[in-house]
């Protein structure tokens, strides 16, 4: 049925509930054939006409048009407000349940922008909960209805992001190119810019350095541009990672100041904690030597995020940063703590942060003396790679997994650990 249809409808059977005629219900402002042609849907209602009919009919207008009553379409838009505050306040698997409750609501059926909207969150909270292959399907689902623009953009935004997480590093390009990689590419606006941004790591990640830097030059161009927090932080935060990763690591540390400058005006909870950490791992590469104030940042970082709707994926990255700290700063037994810590908060399908975490509880135990331990993580380094599609992430772990095991004394595995990181980057 059309969405005139059921508004004539509900205008039939409510009017048959109050006892009243066609003639009744039109006298004296509409025609009674006027309003027959509004109830067999062959007439759309003005605004103007619906609102009449809801006064004389004593009813909500949102019942007419959306077959919910005001109470009912109050509720929904309560619980929503709710699991939206849950996951903002990290309570991730609250929010979950929250959003599936929602979404079983029949009410909400007939109400698309806000079903829609709870879709979007409950692939969120997923995201959030570590559940990555359920926020793509939800995602996947969502992209294939009539969405606003600025919808579209915030799905492909979640899709690209989540795809990159899960290592799925083509899928995650083709959901940016997809609105990016045209001839005829939308004006910019701050979610083009954030959906860029997210689109660059994964070039990066798939080792694609050219259209990287590339890319990277069009959003600090688009950024300057609009002028505004958003856009600035997206591009220069992705300036910096080119930077970092073309050897120009002061100009990348520039670069990711301003981002978290601004981030610390204008950012929210979780965006700034990311930052921060994100910050602290290149300062970590750049100047080894301030490793005592980066753990600190990390630890600040740490506990922000815990406070927000971080994923655990981010939670398990910021553990797994500061095992990298503790390593630089000699103190292994805290290295092994948090890589412990960051591998209980990993989704299964986060398979590279996942080996770079047995990566460096090797180089952990291997300090300590504790061979046999190291030896079974360097084992896990493996396990995790080799499933993985090549990439310049994999190739990084690949190599540092073969140095590691050259210091042990493995010459054999690190040897075919080399192999495995020149066939990563295409030698």
Known sequence: MTTSDLIGLRI????????LSQAQLAHPELSDSYVSLIESGKRTPTPAVLELLAQKLDCSLSYLLNGVTAEQMED???SLGYARLALENGEVQEARTR???????HNLAGLTSLRQDTEY???LAMEACGELDEAVATLRRLQLEDLSPERQIDIAIALCRVYRQSDRLSEAIKVGEA???????PTWTDGLVELGATLLTAYLHSGDLLRARQFAAELLNAADILNTPRSIVAASWNAAVVAESTGH?????AFAE???AIQSENGQPRSLARTRVACATLKLRVRPEAVDEIRSVLLRADEELA???ASTLDRANTQVELARAEITAGNLEQAVRHGRAGQELLPTTARALEAEAHLLLSRAYGGLGLLTDAQRELGAVRDWLTPLPDSRRAAGTWYAAAETMEQLGDADSAAEAYRRALACVGL
Request: hydrophobic residues 40%; charged residues 25%; glycine residues 12%.
């Open 121 to 123: 969150g409950l692939a």
């Open 249 to 253: 690591g002061e100009e990348s540390l």
């Open 258 to 260: 301003r981002a978290l």
């Open 179 to 185: 609105i990016l990689g045209g001839s005829a590419r």
């Open 12 to 19: 039939k059977t409510v009017r048959r509930q109050r006892g």
């Open 307 to 309: 406070q927000t709707s």
């Open 99 to 105: 959003f599936a409750e929602l979404l079983a609501n």
């Open 76 to 78: 929904i838009e309560l």
